[in-house]
């Protein structure tokens, strides 16, 4: 069967205990032990994002049926709250994209902005101190934004000494497994701005912006390891979870 569920209360909470003693021991992440096995075989890694579990629905369900039709198996997944911790080191990489798109773009706005205001011609120069000021400063929060939205917390809400914490926010992280999964996955992901994603897509369908985007997928191989690693998808937290059910039912 492709489910296995207890068939009375007294059956499940056995299960349980079963379970909560059993799984500290695993790990959460499949291995093949064929050694040819891997040849050609890619893994990525996809979040469903917290845009999903705001309220009950199918959305979560809908979107991993969507990513199965590439075929590939899934071999690892878990629920975690995403610590401020993990969200800068995750997200990391995209910080000084964004500042070295966006801080110019808002400091010529700012120019404009202050040159219609005043009604006086500023320079160059003054643009470019406006970009290293203020530019420098909205990029900075679009990307606590984008911490705020993965961890429900922004970095300068939380003591630093408490960033390793669980967040506020759910997510769902799945490891992929196959031939040109990298691809795959992505194709059926969409482009990250989900206005410009094509027709079909999980981004197009579910997407709102570039930050509240449904999904994340892995752009390459060397991104899914660091990502896996940060995320700690080999980690079974599931044991702990379920003993502290036993303990306190």
């Not at 959305?59 to 590939?72: A, C, E, H, K, T």
């Not at 205001?117 to 470019?128: A, H």
Request: glycine letters at 8%.
């Amino acid at each position: 069967p492709a489910v296995i569920t207890a068939g009375e209360q007294k059956e499940a909470e056995a299960v349980i205990e079963l379970f909560a003693k059993w799984l500290p021991t695993q790990n959460n992440l499949i291995h093949n032990r064929q050694e040819d096995y891997y040849e050609g075989i890619e893994r990525t890694l996809v979040i469903i994002k917290p845009d999903n579990w705001r309220y009950a629905s199918s959305r979560p369900g809908m979107i991993i049926d969507m990513f199965s039709r590439s075929g590939l198996r899934i071999v690892a997944i878990k629920v975690l709250k995403m610590s401020v911790s993990q969200a800068v080191r995750f997200y990391g990489p995209t910080k000084d994209g964004l500042k070295n798109r966006l801080a110019p773009i808002y400091g010529m706005q700012a120019r404009e902005l202050l040159e219609r205001e005043f009604n006086i011609p500023l320079t160059e120069e003054i643009e470019k101190t406006l970009t290293e000021s203020f530019g420098d400063l909205y990029s900075e929060e679009q990307f606590e934004r984008i911490v705020e939205f993965m961890a429900g917390i922004k970095t300068y809400e939380r003591p630093r000494d408490e960033w390793d914490e669980p967040g506020l926010v759910k997510s769902m992280i799945l490891v992929y497994e196959g031939k040109d999964a990298i691809g795959k996955i992505r194709t059926i992901l969409g482009a990250t701005d989900p206005t410009k994603a094509a027709a079909g897509t999980i981004r197009r369908e579910f997407g709102s912006n570039i930050c509240i985007n449904a999904a994340h997928a892995s752009d390459s191989v060397e991104s899914a390891v660091r990502e896996m690693g940060i995320l700690e998808v080999e980690k079974n937290h599931l044991g702990g979870v379920l003993r502290h059910y036993v303990a306190n039912r």
